[in-house]
């Protein structure tokens, strides 16, 4: 989507840290990082929000980006203390860009519940 500010990282448009690219995922860092590590992780596909993923392409979609989240959280090295992956949808919870992303946190003790 030419306006979709995450469609444009992936497109190369804007410039971010990238830790990993696949076909179907991006995984780069938050610009305004809330732990140690905070990874952004999102289809290359534009879903505005995980109410959008359903159907047999969303839910592939989606299955395939946890996939790759798990892969970069394994390759930063946040298996042994573990992390959260975690998505906004809605303005109750938050989401500020409509493009489906998971926010990857660790590094640090994640109280619970997030406010
Ligand atoms: P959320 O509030 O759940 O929609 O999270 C959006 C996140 O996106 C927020 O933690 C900040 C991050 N973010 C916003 N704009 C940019 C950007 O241009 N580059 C990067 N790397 N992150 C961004």
Redesign the pocket.
């Known amino acids: 989507m030419a306006d979709c ?1 995450f469609c444009r ?1 992936v497109a190369g448009e ?1 410039p ?1 840290k990238i830790v990993k690219r696949s076909e179907d995922a991006v995984a ?5 990082p809330r732990a140690p590590t905070h990874v ?1 992780v999102i289809p290359t596909r534009h879903i505005a929000a995980v109410r959008d993923a359903g159907g047999e392409e969303g839910e592939r979609a989606v299955g395939r980006v946890l996939g790759f989240a798990a892969e970069v959280a394994t390759e930063l090295g946040l298996d042994a203390g573990g992390y959260r992956l975690v998505t ?1 949808t809605g303005k109750d919870a ?4 409509d493009h489906l ?1 998971f ?1 990857l946190l660790g590094g640090r003790k994640l109280s619970w519940p997030p406010g």
């Open positions: 500010l990282i804007i971010a780069f860092r938050d610009l305004d952004l906004n938050g989401q500020s860009v992303h926010h």
